[in-house]
């Protein structure tokens, strides 16, 4: 889940509306819905006011939030995660090689298939080696 979804996680299970976290946590609502559709990222400040507002801990509201270079499976693009499965060829990536393909994208796009990322891994390899 990412941090967007997270945050409007909370307010829909606690049946509020912006405006209701906007006043206790005396954030905007512009900002606030800014925030749930992930158009801005927040501050560590604006987090912890959250937190507060929502009467938990910063770690508790980042609980299940994947953050960017995770590895984490939810984290991984399409493909990759099906490479990493593999028991053969996925036991030959590091987990300094899965962070390395999970950032990697072609022309704006990013592979689909496990024989494609494992393809690009192979001639990442031939490279540097």
């Given at each position: 889940?990412?941090?967007?979804?997270?945050?409007?996680?909370?307010?829909?299970?606690?049946?509020?509306?912006?405006?209701?976290?906007?006043?206790?946590?005396?954030?905007?609502?512009?900002?606030?819905?800014?925030?749930?559709?992930?158009?801005?990222?927040p501050s560590l400040?604006?987090?912890?006011?959250?937190?507060?507002?929502?009467?938990?801990?910063?770690?508790?509201?980042?609980?299940?939030?994947?953050?960017?270079g995770e590895s984490?499976?939810?984290?991984?693009?399409?493909?990759?995660?099906?490479?990493?499965?593999?028991?053969?060829?996925?036991?030959?990536l590091s987990p300094?090689?899965?962070?390395?393909?999970?950032?990697?994208?072609?022309?704006?796009?990013?592979?689909?298939?496990?024989?494609?990322?494992?393809?690009?891994?192979?001639?990442?390899?031939?490279?540097?080696?």
């Amino acid at each position: 889940m990412k941090l967007h979804e997270r945050l409007r996680e909370l307010r829909s299970e606690r049946k509020l509306r912006l405006k209701d976290v906007s006043e206790v946590a005396e954030i905007s609502v512009p900002y606030l819905s800014d925030l749930e559709r992930g158009r801005t990222n927040p501050s560590l400040d604006t987090l912890q006011t959250l937190a507060a507002a929502y009467g938990i801990s910063v770690h508790d509201l980042l609980e299940g939030v994947e953050f960017y270079g995770e590895s984490g499976e939810g984290a991984l693009p399409k493909g990759l995660a099906d490479l990493i499965a593999d028991p053969v060829l996925g036991a030959q990536l590091s987990p300094d090689w899965v962070r390395t393909l999970s950032r990697i994208e072609l022309r704006g796009k990013r592979p689909e298939g496990k024989q494609d990322w494992y393809e690009i891994y192979l001639h990442l390899k031939r490279i540097l080696d």
